[in-house]
């Protein structure tokens, strides 16, 4: 059994008209919210073995809180393939995944969030930003993972409802 866990980056800034949608920052609610969430997997125990991005900023800005905040001390590996991706583009990277890796994090963007979210669990939610979601795969190797793969949604956790 893997554990995948889906977050959606944190609120971004659209203060500054120059930058292009990749390269926007969080905003301040962004910058709260992201270290909310790796707090509560620290709590919750939920600590990522790997913790894959998109390499857009709002999205690594999102990954770098939430592992720093966790206490996540591996390296945040960034893709581009996951900016604003569809849930295949998260299946292939994580099919490619080794099996010791028991509990992985992927950091992305709206739709595809929501999109792997339910593909993974036959669930519509909605997944504003800094949402996470707690899949548990019926897999034993990331192999295994493939388009009808389904899970169950074991926890859902937005910020605004955590307080």
Known sequence: MKTLLILRH???????A???DYERPLNS?????A???????????????LIITSSAERALATA??????GGYEQEIRAT???????????????RQLDDSLERVMVVGHNPGM????????GLWEQMPTAALAQIALPINHWHEFEDGTTGELVNL???KELG
């Not at 944190?10 to 500054?16: E, G, T, Y």
């Not at 770098?64 to 905040?69: C, F, K, S, T």
């Open 114 to 121: 929501e999109e792997l979210l339910e593909e993974l669990t």
């Open 35 to 49: 270290p909310l969430m790796g707090k509560l997997l620290r709590e919750q125990d939920l600590v990522p073995d």
């Open 10 to 16: 944190a609120k971004s800034s659209w203060d500054n």
């Open 64 to 69: 770098e809180a939430v592992a720093l905040a």
């Open 157 to 159: 956790w937005r910020p």
């Open 18 to 20: 120059q930058l292009t």
């Open 29 to 33: 609610r962004g910058k709260q919210d």
């Open 80 to 94: 581009r393939s996951f900016y604003h991706a569809d849930p295949d583009a998260y299946i292939d990277v994580l």
